[in-house]
């Protein structure tokens, strides 16, 4: 297609069914899929494939090998129109009767896969009993959040993350939801593990894998790096992962060392072969918060879904 002229898009030109339709093409990739999924044709489906495509000048969708796959642009796509769906749907459940039971609403949270695997199976069972019929969208973190993080806060219904300074801003809500605390993770068969004792002198000259730490420099916004920082250790890191779950992968079998979280740990497989060991000196306690928009406030939805969240909470164990 010939490249579209860019010029200003008004909101009162567009049909925002499109937006709907759009959302379920790039989730199913397939026109009757997203056809059947819409509860219209998939004739219907097909003439707004033609405006889409017309509009952004872009396939979108191109069939490889017998199936459709996203072209670049349409890649890029399918993060943004689920958070503008997600905020238009917000935006229009607001100020409505709210019944838990009946809502066909989604609900979007982000995190790091760390709280997640430890509120998920809590979180899950609450909302498939209280609100069958709903949907959770669980956004997993891919990197530090930075200052722009209140700015994210305002595109989802709430984030879990520990506290950091670039949350303390007007507008921003949060609420405790529960402590861990870090421990060191090395392969069971480490130095580490037969030592009588260590200190902060043995962890330093280790290589770290550490996660979610950018490759910026010192300090870290990164949790783990910034318990490091504080204990005046520079790791020398051989392996940056986008993950929590990822890290015991590239501890196994080797000299590396690791802050993880301990309630992560007793959930990893006995098969890992991997020993935990209490840091040498205290450290400062991991605490996750639920952060949203203050905007939500009085919003019964989300009241209902923050209650929710810090129930899932109230069910871990100590």
Do not use: K
Request: charged share 20%; with cysteine; glycine share 6%.
């Amino acid at each position: 297609m010939t490249p579209r002229q860019s010029r200003p898009t008004h909101l009162a030109n567009l049909d925002l069914n499109l937006l709907v339709t759009l959302r379920a093409l790039l989730r199913e990739r397939n026109v009757t899929r997203a056809a059947r999924n819409l509860g219209v044709t998939q004739p219907a489906v097909s003439a707004s494939l033609s405006r889409l495509r017309r509009h952004f000048a872009d396939e979108l969708l191109v069939r490889v090998q017998g199936a459709y796959v996203l072209t670049p642009l349409a890649a890029q796509l399918a993060g943004q129109v689920e958070t503008v769906c997600a905020a238009t749907e917000r935006l229009f459940a607001t100020g409505r009767a709210f019944d838990p039971a009946t809502t066909q609403r989604e609900f979007t949270l982000l995190m790091a896969d760390y709280p997640a695997t430890v509120l998920g199976p809590a979180l899950s069972r609450l909302f498939d009993r209280d609100a069958p019929h709903a949907a959770l969208h669980l956004q997993l973190v891919r990197e530090t959040l930075g200052s722009g993080a209140g700015d994210t806060i305002r595109l989802v219904d709430g984030l879990v993350s520990p506290s950091l300074g670039h949350f303390r801003t007007p507008g921003v809500g949060s609420v405790p939801l529960f402590r861990d605390r870090w421990v060191c993770l090395v392969s069971a068969g480490h130095p580490l593990c037969e030592a009588a004792a260590f200190g902060i002198e043995d962890l330093a000259r280790l290589p770290w894998v550490v996660p979610y730490h950018r490759d910026d420099g010192y300090p870290s916004a990164a949790p783990a790096t910034r318990q490091l920082t504080a204990l005046g250790i520079r790791p020398r890191i051989a392996v940056r992962v986008e993950s929590y779950r990822a890290v015991p992968d590239f501890i196994a079998g080797t000299r590396r060392v690791a802050l993880i979280p301990e309630r992560l740990t007793a959930r990893l497989p006995s098969a890992h072969g991997l020993r935990t060991l209490d840091c040498p000196v205290p450290l400062d306690s991991l605490e996750e918060h639920l952060w949203w928009d203050a905007g939500h406030d009085e919003d019964p939805a989300h009241s209902w879904l923050r209650e929710l969240v810090a129930r899932a909470a109230d069910s871990l164990e100590p």
